[in-house]
């Protein structure tokens, strides 16, 4: 398509153009057809003439080259609104004007722009200066906005001063700006709309691209990726498509994607969701009005009509037919629905766009039987719509005009406001032509590329000159960019360069005078700036059942000390976890795993000696392991190569583990509950914690937690030197609760020891604890290593914690969550990056 786009210029230009010898700043691709232009263009001329085509660019050479046969006497002509010419467009214009035919231009005398300037040199004119009516110049108003909806916000206060059709003009050099706009406008509000709008940009085009993708992703053996199809089902026309007996048929596909969360797969044949609708979503169906069979035979349409055709694509004609039967899919149970073409005024020409010029494209290709690779295919599909824009054409007598900037040629209005007005909007940022690069335009005799954005400049000061009253309105902002970072939108230079003229005109600088439009937001907006304000009442009946129910267990004391916003969440709120499909490795599922393995690999041992070397078997362990995994949600869903890695990784980590166990140990207790019940601040509150393994070793009994990802592990001294001196805070507000999570960050592991000695001194005197980190070869990080257990200093201080200290950080937690006014944010801001709550939580 670039090289047809060439070959196109080329024949406007009037150029033969020469092959280019070993061309630089091209990709490799390009560079044989550079080579070999002059060839290229030889038999594209002969087959065109052969079977009788033409293009329009050779027709304009035609014309151009036979233009002197025509007979003029007599026949009046005016040439009006060109500005920047085409070889051919000069030769025939040049012609007619030699003829008598009158040509009209709408610039200074005094200040003739280059194009036209040029144009008078090559003719060797004369000009005859016909003064407009009015000399006032422009009143320019410049007005910096904070986003686009400040920009149609301030629009509509300007358009809303009134007048007639000709009186006003919104333009807008970017046409993504017309759908907020319209939408911003007064009801009833008549509305001229005359621009191309682009294809690639529009709701219909939006369902084909994501079917293509459904399709570039599919995998024979496994099937469609399910982020696409559920993209496919979420799409507005497929979501309001009805079901057989007229229902809402987006109910069944939200029943569709919670079901494919729920099962877990990231890929899957077609075939296999017809069992996901089965007799559990039965009920639910049948109080929505649905029945199984009607649900079934809703997604399987979908699948025949939208979804399968696009698998045996393999030619443009068989791509035009696919893409008829989408729109007729989508359109078919609405034709002739009353009221149909109000409501979507705009889709319904964006879909005649469609069936008018992108169908017929296709269709009428010479290749259209031809066989192409799918992805190509694809690409050309979109390539073409990429260069396709949906032309709006209205009665430019009625109501208000919204224009794009070129089609303003030759008209004026009293107002006109102009919208987005900034760099690489206007003038637009052109890719550069990776087949013909700047530096290569005049080895084959075309103009440079400079021109382009001498002929936006015309058309957009003639506009302004033309107008007794000028907004020019830009964004100021900061926005990501395509490379990740952040940058800052400029004013366009358009807008400087008339700023400047206007500080000539007037002599004093105007920075003062451009209008900066405020965001301002009403107090509603702003939460309290640490938390969400607490229901005291449902926070203690919560805590109160808990305690007199299963008991309080670590993680939900961690949660709050971690995140009071976390802990309302998933406790007060009850929100849970979402379910989605499986495509890491999930932690928490993998840890469950572990654990269960560990656990039925010591359940032998239990209440008896385990000896590290004689009884250690790693391939039980891992036989353990890949059962578990097996009948877990990580077996069922990973793909196979993630899997291997799993278990590879696992493998190993498990094997190092029994490699460094020391012993003999006395396997005491596995996986086993227990409670505690603590007078604290007036009442009985219950604790509760479930330990993974108990060892003796010797007279000392250890507390073992696996542990199978990342945790701040306590360090060497931290008992000593921070934990033991550890006091309540005086107050409940955020920073006493940080500053406890510095103290102490992590309760788990104290309240297992508490937990287990029941708090007696003769048990605390001989138990300590420790994480065992797996994925460190299971090294063991204990609270206080058993060695120093024995020292008589620690072993006072420890009791002392265990007995006073940690009772009294309990009540105070208790206390905090129970009367602090608010839930606070995070205690620490690196906790919200892998927090489940994030994406709607105000405070992350």
Same mark, same amino acid.
């Given at each position: 398509?670039?090289? $047809? ?15 280019? %010898?070993? %061309? ?35 027709? #304009? ?32 214009? +040049? ?30 004119? =004369? ?36 007048? /007639? ?20 406008? %007064? ?32 995998? !024979? ?50 075939? =296999? ?10 009920? #639910? ?9 009607? $649900? &079934? ?51 319904? @020409? ?62 004026? #209005? ?24 700047? &530096? ?82 009403? &107090? ?58 499986? @495509? ?19 359940? !032998? ?8 070397? $004689? ?26 190569? +993630? ?12 094997? +190092? ?15 086993? !509950? ?15 914690? +479930? ?23 306590? /360090? ?18 955020? @920073? ?25 001194? =003769? ?82």
């Amino acid at each position: 398509m670039r090289l $047809a786009s060439l070959l196109e210029e080329l024949y406007r230009e009037l150029k033969e153009p020469p092959s280019v %010898p070993y %061309p630089e700043g091209v990709p490799e691709e390009a560079r044989p057809l550079l080579e070999d232009l002059h060839e290229i263009w030889g038999d594209y001329e002969a087959r065109l003439q052969a079977q009788g085509f033409t293009t329009p660019g050779r027709r #304009f050479k035609e014309v151009a080259s036979r233009v002197s046969d025509l007979e003029l006497e007599g026949t009046p002509f005016w040439i009006v609104g060109f500005y920047a010419l085409t070889a051919s467009e000069n030769r025939i214009l +040049k012609h007619l004007w030699e003829g008598g035919a009158e040509v009209l231009w709408q610039a200074q005398t005094e200040d003739l722009p280059p194009l036209y300037r040029r144009w008078k040199e090559d003719w060797r004119a =004369e000009l005859q200066e016909v003064k407009p009516r009015r000399e006032t110049p422009t009143r320019v108003h410049l007005i910096e906005a904070y986003d686009l909806h400040s920009e149609v916000l301030r629009a509509k206060e300007t358009i809303g001063k009134g007048g /007639g059709p000709d009186a006003q003009a919104l333009v807008l050099p970017d046409p993504a700006a017309l759908i907020p706009l319209l939408h911003e406008l %007064p009801e009833g509000q008549e509305v001229n709309v005359t621009l191309g709008y682009p294809l690639e940009r529009t709701t219909i085009f939006a369902l084909i691209e994501q079917l293509m993708r459904l399709q570039e992703g599919q995998e !024979p053996s496994r099937g469609y990726y399910h982020r696409d199809y559920l993209a496919v089902i979420r799409h507005p026309f497929i979501k309001r498509l009805p079901t057989p007996s007229g229902r809402e048929g987006r109910i069944v596909l939200h029943l569709l994607e919670e079901r494919i969360r729920e099962r877990g797969r990231p890929y899957f044949h077609l075939e =296999e969701l017809k069992g996901l609708i089965d007799g559990r979503a039965e009920a #639910f169906l049948a109080s929505e009005g649905f029945s199984l069979e009607e $649900a &079934s035979l809703f997604i399987q349409e979908i699948h025949r009509r939208v979804v399968l055709p696009w698998r045996d694509v393999r030619t443009a004609g068989q791509l035009a037919g696919c893409l008829r039967e989408v729109v007729r899919f989508v359109l078919g149970p609405f034709i002739g629905e009353e009221g149909q073409l109000e409501r979507y005024p705009l889709e319904n @020409e964006f879909l005649y766009c469609l069936e008018t010029q992108i169908i017929p494209a296709l269709e009428g290709s010479l290749f259209r039987d031809e066989p192409i690779e799918q992805g190509l295919l694809f690409n050309l599909l979109r390539r073409l719509v990429a260069l396709t824009r949906t032309p709006f054409e209205g009665q430019p007598l009625v109501g208000l005009q919204v224009l794009g900037l070129l089609e303003t040629r030759l008209l004026s #209005f009293e107002r006109v406001v102009v919208l987005d007005l900034n760099e690489g909007t206007l003038p637009s940022h052109e890719d550069v032509d990776p087949l013909m690069p700047p &530096s290569l335009r005049p080895a084959v005799g075309l103009p440079e590329r400079e021109r382009e954005e001498e002929i936006v400049w015309y058309h957009f000061e003639r506009l302004l000159r033309s107008s007794a009253e000028a907004y020019l309105i830009w964004q100021s902002a900061v926005a990501p960019s395509e490379e990740g970072l952040e940058s800052k939108t400029s004013r366009s230079r358009f807008v400087e360069r008339i700023l400047w003229e206007e500080e000539k005109r007037k002599g004093r600088t105007l920075e003062e005078e451009v209008e900066r439009l405020p965001l301002t937001l009403p &107090s509603s907006c702003f939460l309290a700036s640490e938390g969400i304000e607490k229901d005291l009442g449902r926070v203690r009946a919560f805590l109160m059942a808990r305690a007199q129910g299963e008991g309080i267990s670590p993680s939900l004391l961690n949660t709050y000390l971690d995140c009071p916003l976390r802990f309302y969440y998933r406790y007060i709120l009850g929100l849970a976890r979402p379910v989605d499909v499986l @495509e890491e490795t999930d932690a928490g599922i993998l840890g469950g795993v572990i654990h269960g393995a560990m656990e039925d690999y010591f359940r !032998p041992f239990l209440r008896r000696t385990y000896h590290p070397v $004689a009884d250690r078997d790693p391939g039980r362990l891992i036989e353990l392991f890949l059962r578990h995994l097996e009948g877990s949600r990580l077996g069922e869903t990973l793909s196979p190569e +993630k899997r291997f890695f799993v278990e590879e990784a696992a493998k190993f980590r498990l094997r +190092k583990y029994l490699e460094g166990m020391k012993g003999p140990v006395w396997i005491e207790a596995l996986e086993r !509950p227990f409670r505690l019940t603590l007078s604290l601040g007036g009442s009985e509150w219950t604790f509760y914690g +479930k330990v993974d393994r108990i060892d003796r070793r010797g007279d000392l009994r250890v507390i073992l937690d696996y542990k199978t990802g990342y945790v701040e592990p306590p /360090g060497a001294n931290a008992f000593l030197e921070k934990i033991s001196a550890l006091r309540p805070p005086a107050g409940l507000d955020y @920073e006493d609760l940080r500053g406890l999570k510095r103290g102490i960050e992590d309760l788990q592991l104290h309240l297992y020891v508490l937990l287990v000695s029941q708090g007696r001194e =003769e048990e605390l005197r001989r138990t300590t604890a420790a994480y065992v980190m797996l994925q460190e070869q299971g090294e063991e990080k204990f609270l206080l290593r058993p060695e120093k257990l024995r020292d008589g200093a620690l072993q006072r201080l420890w009791i002392q914690w265990f007995r006073v200290g940690l009772p009294q950080i309990l009540q105070y937690l208790l206390r905090h969550i129970l009367e602090a006014p608010l839930y606070f944010r995070a205690t620490d801001d690196g906790l919200c990056r892998s927090c489940d709550y994030e994406p709607s939580c105000h405070f992350a």
